[in-house]
T-cell receptor, first 116, second 111 residues
Framework: GAVVSQHPSRVICKSGTSVKIECRSL??????MFWYRQFPKKSLMLMAT?????????EQGVEKDKFLINHASLTLSTLTVTSAHPEDSSFYIC????????????FGSGTRLTVV | DAKTTQPTSMDCAEGRAANLPCNHS???????VYWYRQIHSQGPQYIIH???NNETNEMASLIITEDRKSSTLILPHATLRDTAVYYC????????????FGEGTQLTVNP
């Protein structure tokens, strides 16, 4: 089946630094990738939608200059949290939609970001 | 995307069937019903989806009412590993359509 690899699974960074999270589709081409954020005991909140080769579309209230998304190839999208602050600490999850995926949307395993 | 409503939590005994309801009374004709589950600190896992007809796969069965305003996910023989948050989502199957997650149902399978 379709597999999405997300890396790293956990990261701790200092306040003010930037962190890059990678999302790769391993056995299919992902035309569209989605980035979600999830706070403890809450549901997933969509942050942005990225399409290969074009600019990401951000949800209302999500700062595009803070959460940089790059979808340079059909198998890789990256989310960079710039100038991270403790309130950015969260669980970040990507999902990918493949051209030939039978399951529509496949999710990565998530990245736990802690900003200290 | 149509809004879905699910109970906040449910309990089920191990080995019994778990029946998880979902209301989606405003679902449109081209929206599918998707079910995902999320085990603690992991990404959501696809379970099943359907449009009108009942669906079954190796994980679960999906029963959709004739008017499509509600559905039930059935885990036929729940195990402890099925303890998770289950999300029912109405969404289109067209390319680029996003999935909007509600609060889901916390299913706890008890020994």
């Amino acid at each position: 089946g379709a597999v999405v690899s997300q890396h790293p699974s956990r990261v701790i960074c200092k306040s003010g630094t930037s962190v890059k999270i990678e999302c790769r589709s391993l056995d299919f081409q992902a035309t569209t990738m989605f980035w979600y954020r999830q706070f403890p005991k809450k549901s997933l909140m969509l942050m942005a939608t990225s399409n290969e080769g074009s600019k990401a579309t951000y949800e209302q209230g999500v700062e595009k200059d803070k959460f940089l998304i790059n979808h340079a190839s059909l198998t890789l999208s990256t989310l960079t949290v710039t100038s991270a602050h403790p309130e950015d600490s969260s669980f970040y999850i990507c999902s990918a939609e493949g051209r030939y995926s039978n399951y529509g949307y496949t999710f990565g395993s998530g990245t736990r970001l802690t900003v200290v | 995307d149509a809004k879905t409503t699910q109970p906040t939590s449910m309990d089920c005994a191990e080995g019994r069937a778990a029946n998880l309801p979902c209301n989606h009374s405003t679902i449109s004709g081209n929206e599918y019903v998707y079910w995902y589950r999320q085990i603690h600190s992991q990404g959501p896992q696809y379970i099943i989806h359907g449009l009108k007809n009942n669906e079954t796969n190796e994980m679960a069965s999906l029963i959709i009412t004739e008017d499509r305003k509600s559905s039930t996910l059935i885990l036929p023989h729940a195990t402890l590993r099925d303890t998770a948050v289950y999300y029912c989502i109405a969404g289109r199957e067209t390319s680029g359509s996003r999935l909007t997650f509600g609060e889901g149902t916390q299913l706890t399978v008890n020994p």
